[in-house]
């Protein structure tokens, strides 16, 4: 991804928005189970950094304030707006299923 441009190629939906999210996010939506889903206040961006309940814990002992620790175990991955919306729906709205 360039980093003036805001875009990403995703392998299922084409060019799209980039999205950031936390690398349990996406390892809960690829393998059906929820992580929680947390995401910043933003009024201009729709698509809002997220992250999920365990990466909410270790911000709030920090203080709510982003660190070399937390950002690495948050691992922040880029993905595809559309990818967030379902990973967001997913984590959010669906009821959960069995983690295997």
């Not at 936390?22 to 189970?33: E, K, S």
């Not at 992580?35 to 698509?47: A, K, S, T």
């Amino acid at each position: 991804m360039d980093p003036g441009d805001r875009t990403i190629h995703c392998s299922i939906h084409g060019r799209r928005p980039a999205a950031f999210v936390c690398r349990h996010i996406v390892h809960g939506a690829q393998h059906g189970y929820r992580v929680g889903f947390w995401f910043g206040d933003d009024p201009v961006n729709p698509r809002s950094d997220a992250w999920c309940d365990a990466c909410e814990t270790r911000l709030a002992k920090a203080s709510y304030v982003w660190n070399e620790e937390n950002e690495a175990q948050a691992g922040v991955t880029v993905i595809c707006g559309l990818c967030y919306d379902s990973a967001r729906k997913f984590h959010l709205d669906e009821p959960p299923r069995q983690q295997a």
